[in-house]
């Protein structure tokens, strides 16, 4: 084994562990097994193709390395499989394959014999224009693929495993619905295998295998290369913190604690599960190479971190200092998958307040590329919970976020952890009862979808879902036969196209000059004001949180221009009042506080208002100005008089 596998910086591991088929003349014409194990007494493969009998296929191992391996002729891929370990304590216990591409459905766990090279990609042009998406917009919809869609009710169908769809299936279904709705990437909830529903995928014991509860990995593959071919990227969670405790996975794998810490105060996590060792190379190997597997084999565009601050820190806590070989683990990962993938996507979920999340390792950074602002979400829904006639007092909830912006590369989520165990969906987070929370809603969004940073929404968000999200049900679709509902998917839809279709929106969004604050000093109305600037346009948003109608509202601003109405979300085409037609207002040159000029608006309670100024037109018209001016004022030089003199005397 090659000594990158011991010192952690291993990245294909995949290629040399479990079970690997040898082709003779184009065909498979037997199965290698390969494990490491540096402390089982000895190790026997059971299977299908053995009748499952220990002693016919014992493994021996390479010198004094660990790895275990053997060759079993009769072995075909889609045949099943176990590793039976024997301990030196004397106990034995079968265990899947840790580099399984594919097992049985829980809770049966025999590993599936996989060609990884039996499924042919068509989506070299989608790879080709890959990109990180800092000045494209990075629009994503996160899904869990088991309660999207469902084949019927539960009441029709009892046996949740038979409602739900294949990878296959799903891709035809929800491929269509992303492309109306004008998202640009999918995020999954953890599609790696694990034992238990309740766990969403988090705690997994398959992390080089994909669930089948979903079908197989060809399948997934289809879902992948469907989403490319439209034009949509694919990021999957990815979780690299801890495993699940059951028995036949990771946990006590060779008889000792190979793949977590030997003591239960840092080896076993606060969900119960276990925790990887990260001063072992062969764990970093481990865990490194299969969020490259993810990339190579499925062509994955991105990965979402699970619980980074459980990385960073002792057991996610500050107080307990930081776990500097978690640091290093996470540096060396995010920069060899730099390195050999500079298109795809790494994301953290880390609610720390850790320096340099996403600055290059080169830079002493963490080496992400975004990472997902918890604290804007916090403070956001915070706010919309509160009473209006109480927003005034926590006015700067929502202009905080500003202040701490250009510290990292961000992502705005409202995820599927905002929505279930007993937070309430967004939709019910708002302030008030039913019909008053709608156009808070439309108001929320309206705020995320202009604020700077890429956005992310949860399934069943964008149509204002009241149930807590649960992962055995199906989502509420029914909703959508109720005007309010279905007005509201409509407004999202709107909103989404506005993002991706306008660049001050997106482009150059991590540089200060593309915002700024017009009216951030009016915690009386609860009402803001801020430009997104480019080039060619710029939007200015108003949005006003208190239950007040604004007749008159005033704000500055430093030139003349004239700006067109182009949304409201008080329109009554979503549940509003105000009619969809186009307005325009131009400023007047009366100052207002230190601005030159100034813009006089009515804005509904409880809504925002989306204003577009055409810059490259004022910039033509500036120039035509001036040209006149320098026309006039040439004609009033006295050469000018003299040759209309002469003229007139001819």
């Known amino acids: 084994m090659r000594p990158e596998f011991y010192t952690g910086e291993m990245f294909d591991a995949w290629h040399y562990f479990g ?5 003779k003349d184009g065909k498979v014409a037997g199965i290698q097994f390969t494990v490491y194990a540096p402390r089982a007494k000895g190790i026997d493969v059971i299977g299908e193709f053995n009748e499952w009998q220990q002693g016919k296929n014992p493994m021996e191992q390479v010198g004094l390395s660990g790895v275990w391996k053997t060759i079993i002729s009769e072995a075909q891929v889609g045949m099943m499989y176990k590793y039976v370990i024997h301990t030196e304590e004397g106990w034995s216990c079968e265990h899947t394959d840790p580099f ?3 097992m049985e459905l829980r809770p049966n766990f025999a590993t599936i014999i996989v060609d990884d090279a039996a499924y042919k990609f068509n989506d070299a042009d989608w790879l080709a224009q890959r990109s990180k998406c800092f000045n494209k917009p990075l629009n994503i919809y996160e899904v869990h693929l088991g309660s999207w869609r469902q084949k019927g009710s539960e009441e029709e169908i009892p046996d949740v495993e038979k409602r739900w769809y294949n990878y296959q299936e799903i891709a035809d279904m929800l491929v269509p619905y992303l492309l109306e709705h004008h998202y640009t990437h999918v995020e999954l909830l953890p599609i790696t295998e694990h034992p238990s529903d309740e766990s969403w995928g988090y705690q997994v014991v398959g992390f080089y295998a994909a669930t089948s509860r979903y079908g197989t990995p060809e399948q997934l593959k289809y879902f992948v290369d469907k989403c490319h071919q439209a034009g949509i ?10 495993f699940a405790l059951d028995y036949y996975g990771l946990s006590q794998f060779d008889g000792t604690s190979l793949y977590e810490y030997p003591d239960i105060d840092t080896g076993h996590s606060e969900w119960g599960s276990r925790n990887f060792n990260y001063y072992r190379g062969e764990v970093c190997t481990f865990l490194q190479s299969a969020a490259n597997y993810w990339i190579e084999e499925f062509h994955i565009d991105g990965l979402r971190i699970d619980a980074v601050k459980n990385i960073i820190y002792w057991q996610g ?19 060899g998958l730099q390195r050999l993938h500079p298109d795809i996507i790494l994301a953290a979920e880390d609610s720390s307040d850790f320096l340099k999340v ?5 830079y002493e950074g963490l080496g992400f590329d975004y990472k997902w602002n918890m604290g804007w979400m916090n403070d956001t829904l915070d706010y919309f919970r509160t009473g209006p006639f109480a927003r005034g007092d926590h006015y700067h909830k929502l202009s905080f976020s500003m202040m701490y912006f250009y510290n990292e590369n961000f992502i705005l989520p409202l995820s599927h952890d905002e929505v279930t165990q007993g937070k309430a969906t967004i939709m019910q987070k708002m302030y008030g009862d039913y019909e008053g929370k709608f156009p808070q809603a439309r108001t929320l969004y309206m705020y995320m979808y202009t604020h700077p940073g890429k956005k992310l929404n949860f399934m069943g968000n964008e149509w204002g879902h009241f149930r807590e999200w649960h992962a055995e049900r199906e989502m509420d679709w029914d909703l959508l036969k109720y005007p309010n509902h279905d007005s ?4 999202i839809k709107i909103l989404n196209k506005l993002y991706v279709t306008h660049s001050c929106l997106y482009e150059k969004e991590y540089a200060e000059s593309n915002y700024r604050w017009l009216e951030v000093d009016r915690p009386d109305v609860a009402t803001y004001v801020y430009e997104r600037i480019n080039d060619d346009e710029s939007f200015i948003v108003v949005l006003n949180m208190s239950g007040l109608q604004l007749n008159g509202f005033v704000f500055g601003y430093d030139e003349e221009t004239t700006l067109e109405r182009i949304l409201s979300s008080d329109e009554e085409r979503f549940g509003g009042h105000t009619k969809s037609d186009s307005l325009k207002v131009t400023a007047t040159a009366e100052g207002y506080r230190d601005w030159t000029h100034r813009f006089t608006v009515d804005v509904p309670p409880f809504s925002g208002i989306i204003f577009r100024r055409d810059r490259k037109a004022d910039r033509e018209k500036a120039k035509k100005k001036l040209a006149s001016q320098v026309k006039k004022q040439q004609s009033t030089t006295p050469a000018a008089r003299s040759r209309r003199t002469v003229k007139t005397k001819k």
Do not use: K, L
């Open 19 to 23: 079970s690997q088929p040898i082709r």
């Open 317 to 335: 806590n500050p107080n307990r200092g930081i776990n500097e070989g978690g640091v290093r683990f996470i540096q060396n990962m995010n920069a």
């Open 488 to 491: 509201f998917r409509e407004y």
């Open 358 to 362: 996403t600055a290059p390792v080169e």
């Open 100 to 102: 399984a591409r594919q």
């Open 233 to 242: 990227g694919v990021i999957m969670d990815f979780v690299p913190v801890h």
